[in-house]
């Protein structure tokens, strides 16, 4: 068994092997029951809560920043143009994921489900 240090964040709890991870895999999820299947054994896994945490609490400072600053500008830029209102939003979602899936692979470790 490899030490902990050795290993790719990413790599599979059963047979160690990079599992690929997509990076939406990152993302909060409200599914709790989700299950990761891996490539190489077909064994399942998921997240594990810390990681799940950081990516929860990225996304609300992601979205908190965003809210604070870019789409406050877009919003005063467009005079509350329908348009920017739709951009600011946008912006506010892409600050969410972005922090959030930047968060979780900081903290990124999988534990193996039955
Ligand atoms: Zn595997």
Redesign the pocket.
């Known amino acids: 068994m490899p030490s902990a240090e050795l290993r790719a964040k990413d790599?599979?709890?059963?047979?160690?092997?990079p599992?690929g991870l997509s990076r939406w895999t990152l993302l909060p999820s409200r599914d709790n029951k989700r299950i990761l299947t891996?490539?190489?054994?077909?064994?399942h896994?998921d997240l594990s809560n810390a990681c799940k945490m950081a990516s929860m609490l990225g996304g609300m400072v992601g979205m908190a920043v965003a809210v604070a600053f870019p789409f406050g500008w877009i919003i005063r830029a467009g005079h509350g143009s329908k348009l920017f209102l739709i951009l600011g939003a946008i912006v506010v979602a892409c600050g969410f994921c972005v922090a959030s899936m930047t968060l979780a692979s900081l903290a990124l470790s999988l534990e193996a489900r039955p």
């Open positions: 790599s599979c709890p059963h047979c160690g092997r599992v891996c490539k190489a054994c077909g064994g896994f």
